[in-house]
């Protein structure tokens, strides 16, 4: 069974400073990869998958099967990326879509 | 195009009753699903929809039953409520030819079980 992890629960930091959402994995197949955001008030939405490989909003994510991990990252943090995070794994063609969910990550960007 | 819609926002039910919960999406997506999120639990899957008249059970389903009879919709019902089931409670729905299976979610319904 695959299992998705974020062990920081609440990530708080200062504005301008770096920013790590941690996520690992444990699948024996090969996954694919994805974060998802909830702003306050707003409804939960894609942010990146590991697939296209591309930065969003100045965040990226690499996908490192060695360390089973898909961290998310940004330089200099904003206030507006205050949010919750979500890491959610694709088992494999086969699953009908469906996501495992990591129990997210409350980013507090304080300026 | 309103997307992805859930009805009701907020309930609040006492311990027996029973409810529905609505999901409609105007996307003509093949795949809906409905997740419950918990503090510190993330989201986990309750039950899924791969096509009209086709459900299946996800990680959580007991205490739960689910309906698609038409393909823009998908029933979540509980049949006797617990306060357990106290949580918010999301739909969201993807399109099967996109490879990457991009899940869009609705706003959510708040529900309380007293």
């Known amino acids: 069974a695959q299992r998705v992890t974020q062990p920081e629960k609440l990530l708080s930091v200062f504005k301008g400073a770096p920013v790590e959402l941690k996520c690992n994995y444990s699948?024996?197949?090969?996954?694919?990869l994805f974060w998802y955001v909830q702003y306050s008030r707003q409804r939960l939405q894609l942010l990146l998958r590991h697939i296209s490989r591309e930065s969003i909003k100045g965040f990226t994510a690499d996908l490192n099967k060695g360390e089973t991990s898909f961290h998310l990252k940004k330089p200099f943090a904003q206030e507006e990326d205050s949010a919750m995070y979500y890491c959610?794994?694709?088992?494999?063609?086969?699953?009908?879509?469906?996501?495992?969910f990591g129990a997210g990550t409350q980013v507090v960007v304080t300026p | 195009n309103a997307g992805v819609t859930q009805t009701p926002k907020f309930r609040v039910l006492k311990t027996g009753q029973s409810m529905t919960l609505l999901c409609a999406q105007d996307m003509n997506h093949e795949y809906m699903y409905w997740y419950r999120q918990d503090p510190g639990m993330g989201l986990r899957l309750i039950h899924y929809?791969?096509?009209?008249?086709?459900?299946a059970k996800g990680e959580v389903p007991d205490g739960y039953n689910v309906s698609r009879l038409k393909k823009q919709n998908f029933l979540l019902g509980l049949e006797s409520a617990a306060p357990s089931q106290t949580s918010v409670y999301f739909c969201?729905?993807?399109?099967?030819?996109?490879?990457?299976?991009?899940?869009?979610f609705g706003p959510g319904t708040r529900l309380t079980v007293l």
């Open positions: 969201a729905s993807s399109y099967p030819a996109r490879t990457e299976h991009e899940q869009f």
């Open positions: 699948y024996s197949g090969s996954p694919e």
């Open positions: 959610a794994l694709r088992a494999s063609p086969d699953s009908w879509g469906k996501l495992q």
């Open positions: 929809s791969v096509g009209e008249g086709t459900t």
